[in-house]
């Protein structure tokens, strides 16, 4: 009803290290929560990273440390939701860090607007891709599409969140148990539509996506 | 354990950022809660030093369970025997982390100190999971009267079964605690059935394929409330519909009479309001349609409040004309006006929308000719009056006894009833006993 006027910055920020999205993160936190920034979401890639979030089971990391080094592929324990996922090239990965106050103060409802968002984006590419009742996540019937996992820090300013495979070699995705989940398999905008997409207009209408879903 | 959002029941504990005898700053964070796919920073409700950590890391617990104790003062009183203390009785002192201030709605917002001037809405919040409230609420039991064997003197859900399964429980909702009592010596019983969690309480609306040109947006609250109390609605009574048809010349003979009078005074009086003043008079005399089966018990009400729905386009609310059958016509048409535009401004107060006994839809006002509503949760009936409008009708004259076609104002009534407590034959004689008071309508109502 009375929501407050809400603006929407976007940092377009190319590839960035998994090390620097976090301090970068941390610093936009506080700065959101001082509200000397607007509501902001940054659009990026990781080079080759699995993360651990706070329910992971190191079980679903099915590679030992040697073999990840060799590989290339980083491993990080981070303060957000969800099990273990992996980052990489053809991934595009969004870090809102918005406040949720006053309007939006539920956890669910914000992990369901995220999912929102990821559906709209399959959607404008023709994509069918839909929630599961069995868990967080937008999922075809290939296998999970978007992934999420989020934190909400002191004073309800969220970090962390959304992944959507749009050209991901989806074989990384076979160093792990993605989110815990054995049977699910992984999939991509590419894999779906078979045939080449443009980063640059999925992120578009990511952004595009996310003032519709969060009335921005 | 704080409310982190409408639909979310318990977190778990990840981790304590303080430990016991740190001191912390009112906001600054002191442990993180996982729930889903969120990690979530709880700050602390107040300064002081954290003198008692209750949840464990890893553990997973209800919205409200008390997590850990702030003592403002500064004074490290440690309280070994927490499990035996009830809250009330504590040392002054200690901030209990629960809900707070900065993560709930302003209604929520209750650092508790343990005052013993505490209020009994405080009492039964601190001192109770939502599954308690729930149970305590559908079987009109105050919280106050339970022992708790919980942690502080909680309430736990063992406990209410317990306790209504010794003496305590009356089975009655909780504005007619005093009133209720079994009809005919037969004892009531209740007990909490697991059906009610399993089937009746939760909604799962099965999802759909998205095509290429399709929208797809997220249900409102209102929207996602009204589909769930539909199904659930439909889940629980077995729906019957009876219909009649009735005449307005009398009522529109009062109108035109009335209308001077009525302009003077201020007063609204819509056709609705005359269906609302004789639905409460005749309800009166049967109360298995201003009744609820709850259990294997039915609750006859004991006061007529009448749901009245509003369209709010988009959206629907049904705010309450409270004993409905204590106003008068001008008071009853008043009164709906009143709720009507309070809803469409979403300036209800919440026991405006509560507490209906019987409700009356009007799909008519927008042209349908009849509607077939479904019975809101909790009430055992819903009329539904169709479009009010000049029908031909064959009319004995009074005066010569022949049968002549005329021109009536007229309406079909739908009746939608709860099958299990009331009867066809039921809802037909109430059905005809509206008919009547609405062609005969009393010039003095």
Same mark, same amino acid.
């Given at each position: ?37 607007? @509501? ?58 918005? @406040?949720?106050?006053? @309007? ?27 929630? @599961? ?84 | ?7 979310? !029941?318990?977190? /778990? ?40 950590? &209750? ?9 409200? /369970? ?53 209020? !009994? ?34 309430? /736990? ?21 005093? !009133?209720?009592?079994?009809? %005919? ?34 249900? %409102? ?88 729905? &509003? %369209? ?43 507490? !209906? ?16 509503? &479904? ?46 407590? &009331? ?23």
């Amino acid at each position: 009803m009375n929501s407050p006027h809400r603006s929407l910055a976007v940092r377009e920020l190319g590839t960035i290290e998994y090390s620097e999205a976090l301090e970068l993160q941390a610093h936009l936190i506080r700065e959101r929560r001082e509200a000397t920034i607007p @509501d902001t979401i940054l659009l990026l890639e990781h080079p080759h990273v699995i993360t651990l979030g706070s329910s992971s089971d190191y079980a679903h990391v099915l590679l030992d440390a040697g073999e990840l080094e060799k590989r290339g592929i980083a491993l990080f324990e981070v303060g957000r939701g969800g099990d273990v996922t992996y980052h990489g090239p053809g991934q595009l990965v969004v870090y809102p860090i918005m @406040d949720l106050k006053p @309007d939006r103060k539920d956890l669910h409802r914000y992990l369901r607007d995220l999912e929102s968002v990821l559906i709209k984006v399959a959607c404008s590419f023709g994509v069918q891709a839909n929630r @599961d009742p069995s868990g967080t996540g937008v999922f075809t019937e290939l296998g999970k599409l978007g992934a999420i996992g989020v934190r909400v820090s002191s004073g309800w300013i969220t970090s962390h969140g959304i992944a959507l495979n749009v050209s991901t070699k989806l074989d990384f995705f076979k160093t792990i148990v993605p989110c815990g989940i054995r049977d699910c398999g992984v999939t991509s905008l590419e894999r779906e539509l078979q045939a080449p997409v443009c980063m640059a207009e999925v992120k578009e209408c990511m952004v595009e996506s996310f003032k519709q879903v969060f009335s921005l | 354990m704080p409310q982190m959002g409408e639909s979310i !029941a318990e977190g /778990t504990v990840s981790k304590w950022l303080k430990q016991v005898g740190d001191t912390v700053e009112r906001d600054e964070p002191i442990l993180e809660i996982s729930t889903d796919k969120v990690d979530a920073e709880i700050p602390a409700p107040s300064a002081g030093i954290l003198v008692e950590v &209750v949840v464990e890391e890893g553990e997973t617990v209800e919205v409200g /369970t008390v997590l850990a104790l702030i003592d403002p003062e500064g004074i490290a009183l440690v309280d070994t025997t927490p499990d035996k203390t009830l809250e009330p009785d504590l040392p002054s002192g200690p901030k209990k982390i629960t809900e707070l201030p900065d993560l709930v709605e302003p209604s929520l917002v209750t650092t508790q100190t343990s005052d013993v001037s505490q209020s !009994a809405e405080e009492r039964l919040r601190t001192r109770s999971t939502p599954v308690v409230r729930k149970i305590a609420a559908e079987h009109g039991i105050d919280l106050a009267n339970i022992v708790g064997s919980g942690h502080a003197g909680r309430v /736990t859900k063992q406990d209410i079964v317990a306790f209504m399964g010794s003496s305590g429980a009356t089975g009655a909702d909780p504005p007619t605690i005093s !009133a209720a009592r079994a009809r %005919d010596g037969v004892p009531i019983q209740s007990e909490p059935s697991s059906l009610w969690d399993s089937f009746y309480k939760e909604v799962q609306h099965p999802e759909y394929p998205v095509r290429p040109a399709d929208q797809v947006e997220g249900m %409102d609250k209102m929207r996602r409330l009204t589909a769930e109390h539909m199904v659930v609605a439909k889940r629980i009574a077995p729906h019957v519909h009876s219909f009649i048809e009735i005449d307005f010349s009398i009522i529109d003979r009062i109108r035109t009479l009335s209308r001077s009078r009525w302009e003077a005074q201020n007063a609204r009086v819509s056709y609705t309001a005359f269906v609302a003043w004789a639905v409460s008079r005749v309800l009166r005399d049967f109360p298995m349609v201003n009744s609820v089966v709850s259990g294997n018990n039915v609750i006859y009400r004991g006061n007529v409040n009448l749901g009245m729905a &509003v %369209d709010l386009d988009p959206g629907l609310i049904v705010p309450v004309v409270h004993d409905a059958d204590h106003l008068g016509l001008i008071g009853i048409g008043n009164k709906i006006v009143d709720l009507a535009s309070r809803a469409r401004a979403r300036k209800l107060m919440p026991d405006e929308i509560q507490g !209906a006994t019987f409700t009356i839809t009007n799909p008519g006002v927008l042209g349908t000719v009849v509607g077939l509503p &479904v019975i809101p949760k909790g009430t055992s009936a819903i009329l539904g009056i169709g479009s009010i409008e000049k029908r031909v009708a064959v009319v004995t004259d009074q005066q010569t006894e022949t049968d002549v076609v005329a021109i009536r104002k007229r309406a079909l009534f739908s009746l939608g009833y709860d099958h299990r407590i &009331v009867d066809g034959a039921d809802a037909a004689r109430f059905l005809s006993a509206l008919k009547e008071m609405l062609e005969s309508f009393p010039e003095d109502a």
